[in-house]
T-cell receptor, first 114, second 111 residues
């Protein structure tokens, strides 16, 4: 029972390179989320998908795109990486988007952009 | 807009001492509140949640939290801290189909 799986765990990119972060959940959850975590700023929502086939912007969407490939998978793409996107990225899922539902998190992808 | 404030960036306690981590929220209606813990290099793990009813909620690892509507607070407590509790703790409030997180409190435990 893996829960939420993120790949890769670590990545170093050069400025301008592109990259896709992968996320998959095996809990049959409807909603999925991408966050970035930076020191002193907590978790900030990048994009989310309330259900299969829908995606919406969060607090900090600029420079990112997402794809909800199917119910299990939700990917985050950096088209042209910038040093400001150096961060730890977390994927999460919840049963539904209802505000009372807790979210389950993956272990994160640590991304450095030089 | 909904918001969560964790006023303490860093707290240090001795092992065996009691702990209280503060969380204040801003929300128009009855909030859905959560506490998460993040160990180094790990994702976030749910400690406990408050939806309604009893204002004192019990969670995993011996933690509890008390919802006080009059103070807009949801403070996390533990009567006796263990060295393994050293981690970062996040308070969050449900906002529609999203969560709004506080900036976190880092807990250091001395032997």
């Amino acid at each position: 029972n893996a829960g939420v799986t993120q790949t890769p765990k670590f990545q170093v990119l050069k400025t301008g390179q592109s990259m896709t972060l992968q996320c998959a959940q095996d809990m049959n959850h409807n909603s999925m989320y991408w966050y970035r975590q930076d020191p002193g700023m907590g978790l900030r929502l990048i994009y989310y998908s309330a259900s299969e086939g829908t995606t919406d912007k969060g607090e900090v969407p600029n420079g990112y795109n997402v794809s909800r490939l199917n119910k299990r998978e939700f990917s985050l793409r950096l088209e042209s990486a910038a040093p400001s996107q150096t961060s730890v990225y977390f994927c999460a899922s919840s049963k539904t988007g209802f505000e009372g539902q807790p979210q389950h998190f993956g272990d994160g992808t640590r991304l450095s952009i030089l | 807009a909904q918001s969560v404030t964790q006023p303490d960036i860093h707290i240090t306690v001795s092992e065996g001492a009691s702990l209280e981590l503060r969380c204040n929220y801003s929300y128009g209606a009855t909030p859905y509140l959560f506490w998460y813990v993040q160990s180094p290099g790990q994702g976030l793990q749910l400690l406990l949640k408050y939806f309604s009813g009893d204002t004192l909620v019990q969670g995993i690892k011996g933690f509890e939290a008390e919802f006080k509507r009059s103070q807009s607070s949801f403070n996390l407590r533990k009567p006796s801290v263990h060295w393994s509790d050293a981690a970062e703790y996040f308070c969050a409030v449900g906002d529609g189909d999203k969560l709004i997180f506080g900036t976190g409190t880092r807990l250091q435990v001395f032997p």
